[in-house]
Nanobody, 114 residues
């Protein structure tokens, strides 16, 4: 059984940084495609960033140059470094991993506010 757990969310001022981490059991990130999504209040869940099994990273346009997704194979974690945060980045952030099937974490709240 795959379990994904996100951590690192919190309250940060505009322009600040946060680092989210997704830890897993029952799946090896190195052979999976892993994604970060977010869902703001009243909006649909949207894809933010991804890293595939080969290490290729992709980002939605609104976070390019500010967010960075990375994977630590030894720790079996996938992180999302978020810099220069804006109020519109406020959302619940979810980790998703796909290997044979799709699994989601429970999410971590990120609030960007002064």
């Amino acid at each position: 059984q795959v379990q994904l757990v996100e951590s690192g969310g919190g309250l940060v001022q505009p322009g600040g940084s946060l680092r989210l981490s997704c830890t897993a059991s029952g799946i090896v990130f190195a052979i999976a495609d892993t994604y970060w999504y977010r869902q703001a209040p009243g909006k649909q869940r949207e894809w933010v960033a991804s890293i595939d099994s080969g290490g290729t990273t992709r980002y939605t346009d609104s976070v390019k140059g500010r967010f960075a997704i990375s994977r630590d194979n030894a720790k079996n974690t996938v992180d999302l470094q978020m810099n220069n945060l804006k109020s519109e980045d406020t959302a619940v952030y979810y980790c998703r991993a796909i290997w044979r099937s799709s699994s989601w974490g429970q999410g971590t709240q990120v609030t960007v506010s002064s």
